[in-house]
């Protein structure tokens, strides 16, 4: 069953169609996602990055370098907006579609808080 995922044109397009699939993070470090509002979330693979979608793809915050924990990322994007993406190492399952993940995760973008689930994934060579 394909997981629900808002849909994203023109700039955030990109970020969308190279991060979806099949619930696999692909050559991201790390992938997250959650329902109502939308939201999706990236942990580059290649380079530290964050980057992050809510509102059904309607705002976009991009953390050059996030700070890493043990249980997530975090920084400030651009635009000054504190961001956190935090995981706990349990399954998830999607609330709409029933698909399995390898986390729950938290998104906290500045005082909003998002939930959802995410899957861990392996660079790239």
């Not at 969308?16 to 050559?27: F, H, Q, V």
């Not at 990236?42 to 050059?64: I, N």
């Not at 700070?67 to 609330?95: H, I, N, P, Y």
Request: hydrophobic share 35%.
């Amino acid at each position: 069953m394909a997981m629900a995922r808002a849909t994203v044109s023109g700039p955030r397009a990109a970020m969308t169609a190279s991060t979806e699939g099949d619930g696999s993070a692909g050559n991201a470090a790390f992938r997250a996602t959650g329902n109502e509002p939308g939201w999706l979330a990236v942990v580059d693979g290649d380079a530290p990055g964050l980057q992050v979608e809510v509102d059904y793809g309607e705002r976009r915050f991009d953390v050059a370098k996030p700070t890493e924990g043990a249980d997530g990322w975090s920084g400030k994007a651009s635009d000054g907006t504190d961001v956190k993406l935090s995981f706990q190492r349990t399954t998830c399952q999607d609330d709409m579609s029933g698909e399995a993940f390898d986390a729950k995760v938290n998104l906290t973008i500045g005082t909003r808080q998002y939930h959802g689930c995410g899957n861990f994934g392996a660079k790239q060579p």
